[in-house]
């Protein structure tokens, strides 16, 4: 079947009337499955790509942590020039020394809810990073840091 939004609306008031709930599918804890279908099966991107929603899901300020080449002290600065809040900014070297074993890897995936990466290293970053950020589903999200309007890119 293919449904639109106010048809899946429509649906779910129907489905309301009976019960004490109130129609509110943003506050409601309910989990509703989309699927999306293509006329033309599109190429497989080899990494994530990022899908800018009108409403955002999960927290409204969401913890980001940025993985850039080094040296990383260059790229704070710039987030900070341009307004950006970034929780923390890790270089490639010190994601490799810093973050070998399992455990630290482990931490360093709860401690954050959404994961950077700059294009120019993200070849890279999949090794270093291991199989538990995939799996948690937070693999890293490319942006392009030497594109002049950051906040843009970023999407704040």
């Known amino acids: 079947n293919r449904l639109k939004v106010p048809q ?10 009976g019960s004490k709930q109130s129609f509110d599918l943003i506050n409601n804890d309910e989990k509703v499955a989309i699927q999306v279908v293509f ?12 899908l800018t929603l009108t409403h955002p899901m999960g927290s409204a300020e969401p913890s980001i942590c940025l993985i850039t080449k080094d040296p990383q002290r260059q790229y704070k ?5 341009h307004g950006i809040s970034v929780a923390r900014v890790i270089g490639i070297g010190k994601l490799k020394k810093k973050f070998k074993e399992l455990e630290a890897k482990r931490v360093l995936c709860n401690s954050h809810d959404v994961f950077l990466v700059d294009e120019r290293v993200l070849p890279i ?3 270093w990073l291991g ?3 995939y799996t948690k589903g937070k693999a890293p999200i490319k942006v392009n840091l030497t594109k002049s309007d950051l906040s843009k890119e970023m999407g704040e």
């Open 8 to 17: 899946i609306k429509q649906w779910y008031q129907r489905r309301v009337r």
């Open 131 to 133: 199989k538990y950020f």
């Open 125 to 127: 970053v999949p090794r």
């Open 39 to 50: 006329k033309k099966v599109p190429t497989k991107p080899k990494h994530p790509l990022r």
């Open 77 to 81: 600065d710039l987030m900070k020039s």
